[in-house]
């Protein structure tokens, strides 16, 4: 009895239930994803491209756009062995091999501008989307893949200066917040060549007199020029210069206030641009916070090293030369001895003030007043809020393709999944303040599970509707343009 009270166990005792055929599905996301497609008749485009045999582009894209929102990432070895299960083929109403995505994949990439273009007019004549304020951004997307022709190192975003990237440009509409533009380019590219590249895919968009918002990575004289020549407006914020702290040393009494944060100077430039200087007195307050908290931080690292010092100790590595190679002789100086610690400390962020706390520039080549260009500018948040929507809800990173065309086409798939999500905040207002990475949670919910009966047969059954789902239950097509937001919905249920 004891030896058998001393055996390891071999097995777990778990319960599961008898095995069988039944196959269980996420369908939010494809629902969705199918719905938008169908509505926007990329699905028919999508098909244009097809090959004289193998499965339709337009459903591939469906799969990969939706499984892209679903698994956080495009997995195309999961989608391999998904895809080995005939009855998830048949709801994706897929017949060949799964490796033909791999080849889809590339054939979207080679067309990328071609789709992003069709979308593009797609809502400006359907969905009545007016293009009247774009952003524009810029971020990297760094590659686990050796650098060629367009993946490069450079300067990163995501804190990888390890890898090598790309470049990508993203265009949002201020209104309806949705994205209209998509450009791929080098990763040793600079923003302010990358400008030319994004602004030309939506020129052919733009309404006379459009304004164009973009941070002050992209602006040059050229890029500013480029807009004037198309007559369109712009608003752009620019580095603080010698002339600007010269006229604000000169004025320093005459600050306008906007609220009780925000003051402003205003400077007429040349070529008909206005030029505003702002004073953001909360962020002034936090710069000087942080400029305490350096100097109390660096004070008691000066103590610490002094009495290591005194104690003929060696200081820690981060204040000495640890390279086993290099004799290194160090001295310290403590110059503050004559003050106490908050004098030093007091002392030490006077040094830092550089007068410029608190202080940005905003120029634009437009009649507005400073409320509205600050306003206009603090709106491109919305640009930001897809970049993080893609790298944290959709996660279109760390990629792992090498040719061109796959990385234009593994881009593309993630730029459709936040197009289908945004299309989703644009038609129903109540979803607006949802973030992608919400919504696919959400969606994930929904799931089908297909019955196999032991002679075969097989029943559907849905479950874990959801409240996205539930609203989307029942809106018929066709329906008309809207011509404001929340005027259409999308048919999830054809």
Known sequence: MSRRKGRKRSRIGAKIPEPNENVTMTMGHKAIVDAVLTDTGLDVFLDGLKRTQGDSVGREVAMLVSNSAEMTGISVNRMDRMLEDPVIRKEYGLVSDARSIYRTIERIGRRSD?????????????????????????????????PNDVVR????????????????????????????????????????????????????????????????????????????????????????????????????????????????????????????????????????????????RDYDEMEEIRSAVEKKKKPRKKHRN???????????????????????IEHAVKQMISGREGLFVLVTNRQLTASEALDMYR??????????DLKHGIDWRPARCTSPDAIKGRILISFLALFCMSMLRFLYPEFRTKTAGSISEELGSFSLTVEVGKKGTRRRIWSNFTPIIRRLKGIKRPFPAPKAPGQASIDVFG
């Open 322 to 344: 640890s390279n086993c190679f290099v004799d290194t002789r160090l001295s310290y100086r403590f110059p503050l001895d004559t003050m106490t610690r908050s004098e030093a």
């Open 153 to 296: 190192f450079g300067y990163s975003r995501d804190h990888r200066p390890d890898r090598p990237q790309v470049n990508v440009g993203l265009g949002i509409d201020k209104d309806s917040g949705m994205p209209v533009g998509l450009t791929v380019m080098p990763g040793n590219v600079l923003d302010v060549t990358h400008f030319k590249e994004t602004f030309d895919q939506i020129r052919h968009l733009l309404p006379e007199n459009a304004m164009i918002v973009f941070d002050n990575g992209a602006y040059s004289k050229e890029n500013s020029a480029l807009l004037d020549r198309e007559g369109f407006g712009f608003v752009t914020r620019l580095q603080l210069n010698n002339s600007d702290d010269s006229f604000v040393r000169k004025h320093t009494d005459d600050w306008v206030r906007l609220d009780d944060d925000i003051g402003y100077m205003r400077i007429d430039g040349s070529l008909g641009r206005t030029r505003y200087i702002y004073r953001s007195e909360k962020r002034r307050e936090e710069l000087f916070g942080g400029y305490r908290g350096k100097a109390e």
């Open 114 to 146: 071609d789709i992003v273009k069709f979308l593009g007019r797609v809502l400006k004549d359907r969905y009545g989307v007016g293009m009247e304020t774009v952003f524009l951004d810029w971020t990297s997307l760094y590659f686990e893949a050796p």
């Open 379 to 388: 709106s491109r948040n919305a640009v930001e809020s897809a970049f993080r």
